[in-house]
């Protein structure tokens, strides 16, 4: 098979929760262009209106649903509701996810949080992440298994991150118990889903550049901080993702399932102490 034919997603039907924006919305753009028909699920009217506005002109089949992930009947709906529109369902990016505020310590790491200190952990505040980074996954993968099982074919992709596989001691407990709960998550789902021919992996990106966390990524101090904790020197770009999710989201990724790809500039292959 030739790369145009393997990486092919035309005429797909694809959900992409949170794609209105950062991440969500490269794996968007990434599969309109490339031919899908592309649904965005994302509670940010404004940004949805703006970027199927801007898509669509551009000649893609995107649409977009206001739609909470932690809303368990209505995300129900919506699936039911995409799936009467394509008539099928090929590809699912369960992406949507929050920032959990303050870890125990600063950024750079140098100075200790009292906010994020367990003694002081809001319980508000991780429940809240845990509903959107960790249940709303399950909510989507029990969602679109319903219709990929009996199609017997699929691809669900679930965004993790490095936070899955080291501790971002800068970033909220929470934010790690979700992701780490999440990667084994979708090991499971990949072998209970396999003998349908529904596969389900996991792209772990490091620090790129989105509206998290207020969009604080693109001050220069974060950029500075992050960069610091990847080899490669800085933050990403969210283009640069699109082509593991391609990979991820066609046959060219036929015999991958049950895989958490890192997407991190290195970071999380260990410590570096390097200067100069
Ligand atoms: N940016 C990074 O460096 C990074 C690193 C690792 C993992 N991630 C993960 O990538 C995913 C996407 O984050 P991003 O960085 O692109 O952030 P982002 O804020 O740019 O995009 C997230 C989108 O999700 C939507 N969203 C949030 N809560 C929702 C809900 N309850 N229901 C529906 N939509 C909701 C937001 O409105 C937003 O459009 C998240 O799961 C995040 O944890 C991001």
Redesign the pocket.
Known sequence: MKAAEMFKVEGYGAIV??????????FTEVLAEHGARVTV????QQ?IDSEVQRLSALGYDVSGMR?????RADMHDAFAQVHATYGRLDVVFA?????SGPGFVTLDRTQRVSEGAIENYEDARWNKVI???LN?VFTTVKAAARYMKPQRSGRIII?????ALLIESGVGAA?MAA?AGVAHFMRTMAQELARYQVTVNAI??????????G?H?FRPEVQEA?GATVPLGR??S?EEIKGLALLLASPASSFITGAQISIDGGATLGQLFEQG
């Open positions: 929760t949170g794609g209105a924006s950062g991440l969500g919305l490269a699920f994302d509670l940010d940004r739609v909470d992930v932690t809303d992406n949507a996810g929050i920032d509903e959107t980074n709303s965004t993790t991150s490095a936070a934010y992701k772990a990106p490091g620090p790129f550049i989105t509206n998290i966390g969009g990524a992050f933050m990403a969210t």
